[in-house]
């Protein structure tokens, strides 16, 4: 038994004892090793300090990621495929983590990396087979490389990842749990349906599910201000509506703290600003309350009226520069069409069609990048899934996450579904992270708990810094409860919070 086997022992029986120091492996010793359809190219140990984190395109800022000491390994997976797995040489909590990427990947998520390792995880990221996580250019007459980053690329680093793992220490992992937001989000609901036995847990993030809904709701939003210069709203009214929603809604969650707790409960019409009669700062013209009208509007087809996505929500006005600001609307959903779905660097997202093109979106990308809610075989080996999602979401709505969850519990059966999968909706938190409500908080520990000790999360406290100084904390709820206001005590504490299902849900 290696003294690795042996630290692990003290782990599952809760036993305190000396972290074992003899690895069964240098670090350097794994250089060169050859694995099926794969090969380890170099394999070093960074000393604890600051990893200056290699840059993805000249024009990005450099990275520096506070580590422990550990050992780097970087590794090819035939063809293509890049990766990187980091090593605690102390310390190693006999855990592993793989994270996931944003956008179209292309990137090793190198502060994710660093994030896990601090935590005392082994942990892997790739870059999913292609370079640059800017543009899908790489997409186009390569459907191999797209089948590589929807989904064979998060599995086929996780194997040889984890296999590296016990090379190192002489012991495979007890537990893995892959964690990751946005395109990260849906990598590991991919893996939870294709790969049930990859992970014992994972956490998805503002999962990018749906993808050609969610990218399509892109463009919906971008159209609404940004086909007819008469509907462009100046970002400086943004704030001009938010306060308006406010104004009309803040209040009916019983809590009036600058958040709405659940925005679907608000119904504030733009038509409220309009101008009386010439524009000015603080009004909307006609133009422009019909076009913020569109974007809290579900994306319909024209000709059949289906709803093909939902909207953004009441409360994201702050961050609509993100699709409806210009020049153009969203990169990611352009580049989306041009090399996912049209195969033409020239096509023009003002001829796209809600009806005819979505069809051929959903035929196309559908094979490769289904979203699968059929959840059985990760919920029959024990897998745990916690999801969250910002109600202020300013890219993906977040109802798309509710719509999966939904999904779930309509082919397992709701009671089987909350055994295992919990969604949390964070009330004023934007896409993945920032916005006006409280954005910190540690799902990883929750997921650990729920899988290594049986521990269900029945709420996760969330925070809010300013300054550095935590100036709000929140009770965030399992969905459909949401946290309700006791009446008495401050709404900056968790304490003065409830979880309950709202009346009529």
């Not at 630290?7 to 069964?24: D, H, M, Q, S, T």
């Not at 990018?208 to 990218?215: E, G, K, L």
């Not at 069409?337 to 049209?342: E, P, R």
């Not at 009671?415 to 009330?427: C, D, E, K």
């Amino acid at each position: 038994m290696t003294a690795y086997s042996k630290y692990l022992i003290c782990l599952l029986v809760g036993v305190i004892c000396e972290p074992a120091l003899a690895l069964a492996a240098s670090c350097e010793s794994l250089a060169g090793r050859v694995f099926d359809k794969g090969t380890i190219e170099s394999a070093q140990v960074v000393p604890a300090g600051r990893f200056a984190a290699p840059s993805v395109r000249a024009d990005a800022p450099a990275v520096s990621v506070p580590v422990p000491a550990f050992c780097r390994v970087i590794g090819r997976v035939q063809p293509t495929i890049k990766f990187e797995v980091w090593l605690p040489v102390d310390q190693w909590n006999g855990k592993f983590q793989g994270v996931g990427g944003g956008g179209f990947a292309g990137t090793i998520s190198y502060a994710e990396l660093g994030a896990a390792l601090r935590e005392g995880y082994a942990t892997a990221s790739t870059d999913t087979g292609h370079s640059g996580g800017g543009t899908a250019r790489w997409a186009l007459g390569h459907p191999e490389l797209v089948i590589d980053f929807a989904y064979r690329a998060i599995h086929e680093v996780t194997v040889r990842a984890k296999r590296i793992v016990e090379d190192f220490y002489g012991a495979a992992p007890m537990r893995s749990y892959f964690v990751g937001c946005s395109r990260g989000g849906y990598q590991g609901l991919v893996e939870a349906a294709q790969y049930p036995d990859d992970y014992d847990g994972i956490v998805a993030g503002a999962p990018a599910v749906f993808p050609s809904r969610y990218n399509a709701a892109q463009l919906w939003v971008g159209g609404a201000t940004l086909k007819n210069p008469a509907a462009f709203i100046p970002p400086a009214k943004y704030p001009v509506v938010h306060r308006a929603v406010l104004a009309a809604c803040d209040a009916r969650d019983g809590a009036k703290d600058g958040l709405l707790e659940d925005p679907r409960l608000c119904d504030f019409d733009p038509q409220l600003l309009l101008c009386p009669g010439t524009e000015s700062h603080d009004c909307l013209t006609r133009a422009q309350v019909e076009a913020a009208r569109m974007i809290y509007a579900p994306v319909t087809n024209p000709r059949t009226a289906e709803v093909l996505a939902p909207p953004l929500e009441r409360g994201t006005e702050l961050a609509w520069g993100a699709l409806a600001g210009g020049p153009g609307p969203s990169q990611l959903a352009t580049e989306f069409f041009k090399y996912f779905v049209f195969d033409d660097p020239n096509w023009d997202w003002k001829m796209f069609d809600f009806d005819r093109d979505m069809d051929r979106a959903e035929t196309k990308v559908g094979a490769v990048m289904a979203t699968n809610p059929d959840l059985t075989a990760f919920a029959a080996r024990g897998g745990k899934l916690i999801m969250y999602h910002g109600w202020a979401d300013q890219r993906i709505a977040p109802r798309n996450s509710i719509i999966y969850r939904d999904g779930v519990g309509r082919l397992l059966g709701e009671p089987r579904t909350n055994s295992f999968l919990r969604l949390y909706m964070v009330p004023g938190m934007l896409h993945c992270s920032g916005g006006a409500g409280p954005d910190s908080f540690d799902a990883v520990s929750a997921l650990d708990r729920w899988v290594g000790q049986g521990v269900a999360p029945q709420e996760i406290i969330a925070s809010r810094s300013t300054n550095g100084v935590v100036a709000r904390r929140r009770p965030l709820c399992p969905y459909p409860q949401v946290a309700v206001y006791r009446g008495a005590g401050s709404l900056d504490m968790a304490t003065s919070f409830s979880c309950s299902v709202p009346k009529g849900k």
